[in-house]
């Protein structure tokens, strides 16, 4: 089966303008607010990763039609049932049917402050030297992966210039399939407008990236 | 269009029930403890929002030492502030000048950076301006009624990893001899995200 993701969306047409919104306006409904707080709790157990969850999330059929916590709880209920670690017939009832399964964590309320405060560092120690330095010139892959990866599709078979060094970082592409974190050195890679949207772009437009070593080669 | 309406609040009424199903097989299992929900929602609802933000803009727009760490390492000097941790582990600030304006998006989901500005707008998330950011910035700042000068060049950074991204805005002239709490009371959200700008110090009511 062929890996799609309907999240990448960059510089794709037709979506209309931008709707602003007041600084407190955080939900629209109680549920919406659920639906964070659960994803959360679930990813502190452990059960997968970010990059698990993001692909769950970018892969649902129903991704453009869904409204953004409708995407988070569509993806929740999957990865729970995927696991076994919910019954599609406990999700229907609404209440247990059958024994749990063991979680590695509980987030207690007591943790949470510190759960949140200390957060999820990606940095890792680099095993190789980085391959690119600041001003080099790079060409970023040209096929689409057939995993989940965080080389956006308008930024594929380009060139830019490496800008920052960020370190070594757990990888995305092997950490979502449940290959290991695989460090990668990360790079800010910049564009200008012109080569990602060609001539008709408003002069003065640069965009950069964040890419993982393995999404680049050297322009030479 | 009445029933527009009442179809939109079953649908509504659909998802609060599935959500609330669904917590309760997850507390039931001894998944998730439920105190610990209230708390993950009143955080970001009371702690965590774009004012720390605006605190940390301020005090580099006041505190040229500071501002100097801010540029060189972001995450160390939020921290001095007691902002860290959550989506927020790895930070790059990004000051806008005369000549160059930074705009932030994440096209392919809704990266942002937590500790500082909260949870994301709805906006940040949508379809648009994910689409339009990286390819239109200039039509994205339209909506938000901003027009910058044409020689201004534009820089837009697409979050795709975990590095996070807080634009530190350009201080609003007019703004001399007013306190730090005052200056962080014109740093608006979106001034931070690169779709607004700081508000000038007469229209700050």
Redesign the interface.
Known sequence: MTYR?H???????G???????P?G??F????E??????T???GA?G?WNLDMG?SA??TLPDY?RLS?Y?IW?EA??KM?IDRD??GKD???????LHP??T?AR????A???A?????????RVAATPARFAVGDEVRTLRTAAPHHT???G??RGKIGRIE?V?GA??F?DTHAQGLGEQPQW?Y?V?FDGRE??GDD??R?????????EPYLESRA | MAHDHEHEHSELGEQELRVRALQSVLSQKGYIDPAALDVLIDTYQTKIGPRNGARVVARAWIDPTFRKWLLEDATAAIASLGYTGRQGEHMVALENTESRHNMVVCTLCSCYPWPVLGLPPTWYKSAPYRARAVRDPRGVLADFGIRLPESTEIRVWDSTAEVRYLVVPRRPAGAEGLSEEELAALVTRDSMIGTGLPKTPERRA
């Open positions: 993701s999240a990448d969306l960059g510089g794709k047409s979506y209309g303008r931008v709707v602003p919104e600084e306006e955080l629209h409904a109680a549920w607010a659920q639906a964070l707080a659960l959360l709790a679930m157990t059960a993001r999330r970018e453009a953004y409708a709880i929740l209920e729970l670690l919910v406990e999700v229907t009832a609404g209440r247990m749990p399964r979680v509980v987030l207690r309320a943790d949470v402050p759960a949140l405060a200390k957060g999820a560092p990606t940095q965080r080389l956006p308008y930024a920052r960020h970082h757990v995305p990360l800010t910049v990602l949207w772009v408003a003065g437009l640069s965009v950069s990236i964040d890419a993982w």
